[in-house]
């Protein structure tokens, strides 16, 4: 399927004016449950820091993202003060929701931790968060984030959540989020136990971080990542799921230091990010066969736009976005 040029226009999911108590909504991420239900989600916070204290919002649509229901709490940080960060779901194919997120980056030195929750009628109700910090080597790193944007499930089974993390090694402060290194969170019995894979090697970069995955036909997992110098977007494949190769600049897509979204649709791939080396706005939908060699398909934002996510509802990319202190909502038609 590729996508059309036309769609509608962009409507606000998350905004302070009609959700009070917080001063900027950050962070989106979108996927569409088995039964066809739309989960959208992001941080709301109550300062712009990275560290404000922190909720995760979530709100659901059963018409393929065409409206949303009443924003709910999923995670809150606001009884204790805390930042609660990087939200990830998996739509699993068994109708299985899978819920992951970090409180004070996953730091159990400052309180914080990462957790788990799960949801069998497509984000109605949830399961108690269980702690599964022990699963994410806490012994051999500092800060840890999934995602953020939402994980997969491969072909196999296997649940797949890219993360970042600073490692021990490196001898930074506690808090500090660079250098950067990624790997995979991952879960081989349906989300009962979790552990990392091998570090994907940073090959040509240097602060590798926030990265999205989606799987191709052919089992080929493809890893669109972040750099914090290379203003382009990079990338990294697995042919097993299990060993990436190093990752590589990838310079025809300019990208300005900013999360971007990747779904895989049929036999093709499709990227949100901001088309620019220097500003956070143009936001661009491309597509690939490959992971590799991305084509630009359509403006879907010429102005200020942020972080981005993008799932695929009724033959329709439903694509939510950072725009200003609010995250909005558009949909492009697939053919």
Not at 298 to 319: K, M, R, W
Request: charged share 25%; aromatic share 6%.
């Amino acid at each position: 399927m590729r996508a059309e040029s036309g769609e509608r226009g962009s409507e606000i999911l998350f905004d302070r004016r009609e959700i009070p108590g917080y001063a900027r909504f950050r962070i989106p991420g979108i996927v569409t449950c088995a039964d066809g239900t739309v989960l959208a989600y992001c941080e709301a916070r109550q300062s712009d820091d990275d560290w404000a204290v922190i909720d995760i919002l979530l709100r659901n649509s059963d018409d393929g993202g065409r409206s949303f229901s009443a924003p709910v709490v999923l995670a809150s940080g606001t009884k204790e003060g805390k930042t609660v960060n990087n939200p990830v779901m998996i739509a699993g194919k068994d109708g299985t929701v899978h819920f992951l997120y970090c409180v004070e980056y996953g730091l159990k030195e400052a309180g914080g931790g990462v957790f788990y929750r799960r949801s069998s009628d497509s984000g109605l109700t949830w399961s108690e968060p269980r702690e599964i910090t022990a699963m994410t080597a806490p012994e051999r790193r500092n800060v840890f984030a999934t995602g953020p944007g939402h994980g997969i499930e491969l072909a196999d089974g296997t649940l797949l959540v890219p993360c970042w993390t600073v490692l021990k090694e490196h001898g930074v402060d506690l808090h500090s989020h660079h250098p950067g290194a990624v790997c995979c969170l991952k879960s081989g019995d349906g989300g009962d136990t979790w552990g990392i894979s091998a570090f994907v090697p940073n090959g040509e970069v240097d602060d590798p971080n926030e990265t999205a995955a989606a799987q191709l036909p052919d089992g080929t997992v493809v890893l669109s990542v972040r750099d914090g110098a290379s203003r382009c977007r990079c990338g990294s494949v697995s042919r097993d799921g299990v060993t990436f190769s190093p990752i590589r600049q990838l310079p025809d897509v300019p990208d300005p230091i900013c999360c971007a979204g990747m779904v895989a649709v049929d036999r093709k791939l499709y990227l949100t990010n901001c088309n620019s080396r220097t500003e956070r706005g143009n936001l661009t939908l491309w597509e690939s066969s490959n992971g590799t060699d991305w084509n630009p398909v359509q403006t879907i934002d010429a102005g200020s736009a942020g972080y981005s996510d993008l799932t695929e509802a009724e033959n329709s990319l439903v694509i939510t976005y950072e725009k200003e202190n609010a995250i909005v909502c558009t949909m492009v038609p697939l053919e």
